[in-house]
T-cell receptor, first 111, second 115 residues
Framework: AQRVTQPEKLLSVFKGAPVELKCNYS??????LFWYVQYSRQRLQLLLR??SRESIKGFTADLNKGETSFHLKKPFAQEEDSAMYYC?????????????FGTGTRLTIIP | NAGVMQNPRHLVRRRGQEARLRCSPM?????VYWYRQLPEEGLKFMVY????????ESGMPKERFSAEFPKEGPSILRIQQVVRGDSAAYFC?????????????FGEGSRLTVL
């Protein structure tokens, strides 16, 4: 069964401290992994995807196939990072296009 | 490009009534996804449609719920005989092409309250 787990519903971090948002998945085949973010009063939007291997707003995420994890990290938190973050795997097989979202982690950056 | 437009933003219905939620995808997008978010829960996939076709409805309740995406006009999520448990935020997303980068573009959601 396809499943994604974000164990922390709430996470508070001081400004300037490192951030790690955890995501574990159980998915058949080789899924593509995404992180989506929803800032206050804004739409849910893509933050980054694992195939791009890019850093967006200082965030990176490494796909660990052995641990089936895709944790989101940032070395120095900023106040504007406060938001709701969702991990989302997607089946890479043709025809299986939907994203499966985790329950999300609400990140609060303490000034 | 105005982005994905959903209406109404807020809808109040009494038990037993019908709810219709509309979603206009981004210009040029032919794929629409509906998700439901119950209080304190994540986004749950409901249905994925292309123009005039339902591709995946594995997340749709078998009864009372239906979705369509006609050749002309918005996609509609229809809930018949609503019950209190249907109270949720319903999000629509669109994408330009199946098998693309995987990015979905979301609307602001429609919040349904069933009295």
């Amino acid at each position: 069964a396809q499943r994604v787990t974000q164990p922390e519903k709430l996470l508070s971090v001081f400004k300037g401290a490192p951030v790690e948002l955890k995501c574990n998945y159980s998915y058949s085949g080789s899924p593509e992994l995404f992180w989506y973010v929803q800032y206050s009063r804004q739409r849910l939007q893509l933050l980054l995807r694992h195939i791009s291997r890019e850093s967006i707003k200082g965030f990176t995420a490494d796909l660990n196939k052995g641990e089936t994890s895709f944790h989101l990290k940032k070395p120095f938190a900023q106040e504007e990072d406060s938001a709701m973050y969702y991990c989302a795997p997607k089946g890479a097989n043709f025809g299986n296009e939907k994203l499966t979202f985790g329950t999300g982690t609400r990140l609060t950056i303490i000034p | 490009n105005a982005g994905v437009m959903q209406n109404p933003r807020h809808l109040v219905r009494r038990r037993g009534q019908e709810a219709r939620l509309r979603c206009s995808p981004m210009k040029g997008h032919s794929h629409v996804y509906w998700y439901r978010q119950l209080p304190e829960e994540g986004l749950k996939f409901m249905v994925y449609l292309q123009k005039e076709n339902i591709i995946d409805e594995s997340g749709m309740p078998k009864e009372r719920f239906s979705a369509e995406f006609p050749k002309e006009g918005p996609s509609i999520l229809r809930i018949q005989q609503v019950v209190r448990g249907d109270s949720a935020a319903y999000f629509c997303a669109s994408s330009p092409l199946a098998g693309n980068t995987g990015e979905l573009f979301f609307g602001e959601g429609s919040r349904l309250t069933v009295l």
